[in-house]
């Protein structure tokens, strides 16, 4: 744990406590963090501290029901929610608070499933960063080539077969996927994988498998929800968009789309250089994609002088 960050709870309106890292203000404004499905911000530490070494004040958070913020299903591995509704209201509220004791430019970056409800929150009107950097967003789940229109209705169905809050799979991010393959998913880096393992060695509490079909069922109706015609079009921030044509877990062609629909986006896209984990990547891939940020920061939401 790097020396100046501070790890701490923090309540939303309805009283749960979210567990969360602050790193003190720095000169060049505020970043908030929010990490993917099954996520926790030690995972990011190396990136996080980076952006804190850049002048960054830089806070992350769990997602309510992962990591140290409890659970939402009926198990300590299973993801669950209700519906992804809850984490928009939740990441709305944190936003605000946190943009409301901190200096701007204010910067919201996120990954995987926290891209998709991060993307979502700005899409909707519930926050407006000064800019958005979204690292592999779910914006489309696999199989990429069924369009989720099409997967919805047969997820409902099966969630409705049984208790929704019970696991789709057994094991981690995919179905199938042993503990070793698990890597092959997220980053090419063994020594990078190997960190977040040390992680859930030493916090057993962050250790997520499987996701529920409930789950799966309300992550495909807020994938529709986003594919809506003209909502991404509405959104007058700048988007910096990351993903990866082989990418395992999320759909790189629902990212091209959703750069192109975007007014402000922008994309950067990898090949097989470059799993799941972008920021987690070898040095090479992460360097880039690092550069791209600053970059794309600097230009849209540079320092306030």
Same mark, same amino acid.
């Given at each position: ?115 998709? &409800?991060? #993307?979502?929150?700005?899409?909707? /009107?519930? *926050?407006?960063?000064? =800019?958005?950097?979204?690292? +592999?967003?779910? $914006? ?99 988007? &910096?968009? #990351?993903?990866?044509?082989?990418? /395992?877990? *999320?759909?790189?062609? =629902?990212?091209?789309?959703? +750069?192109?629909? $975007? ?43």
């Amino acid at each position: 744990m790097p020396d100046a960050a501070r790890e701490s709870r923090w309540a939303l309106p309805d009283g749960h406590l979210l567990r969360r890292i602050d790193w003190p203000a720095g000169p060049r404004g505020s970043i908030l963090f929010m990490p993917g499905r099954g996520d926790a911000y030690e995972k990011w530490l190396e990136t996080l501290d980076g952006w804190h070494h850049d002048g960054w004040q830089v806070t992350s958070a769990d997602w309510r029901g992962q990591a140290g913020s409890g659970r939402l299903g009926h198990d300590r591995t299973t993801g669950h929610v209700p519906d992804f509704a809850v984490w928009v209201a939740d990441y709305a509220a944190l936003y605000a608070d946190w943009a409301a004791r901190t200096s701007g430019p204010h910067v919201a970056v996120a990954h995987s499933m926290g891209g998709h &409800l991060v #993307l979502r929150a700005v899409a909707e /009107g519930a *926050v407006k960063p000064d =800019a958005l950097v979204l690292s +592999a967003p779910m $914006l489309g789940i696999h199989p990429a080539w069924i369009p989720a229109r099409v997967l919805h209705p047969v997820a409902r169905t099966i969630a409705g077969l049984g208790d929704p809050a019970r696991p789709a799979w057994k094991g981690g991010e995919k179905p199938g996927a042993q503990p070793r393959a698990r890597s092959l998913l997220l980053t090419h880096d063994e020594s990078r994988y190997d960190d977040e393992q040390w992680w859930r060695h030493r916090r057993p509490e962050l250790a997520m498998g499987a996701a529920s079909w409930g789950w799966i069922e309300r992550a495909l109706a807020s994938i529709r929800a986003l594919e809506a015609p003209g909502l991404l079009e509405g959104v007058d921030v700048p988007v &910096l968009l #990351l993903g990866t044509a082989i990418d /395992g877990l *999320v759909s790189w062609p =629902a990212i091209r789309r959703a +750069a192109a629909r $975007l007014p402000r986006g922008e994309l950067v896209g990898y090949g097989a250089e470059c799993r799941h984990e972008i920021l987690r990547e070898v040095d090479a891939v992460r360097d880039r994609a690092l550069a791209a940020i600053a970059a794309f920061l600097n230009t849209h939401a540079p320092a306030w002088g």
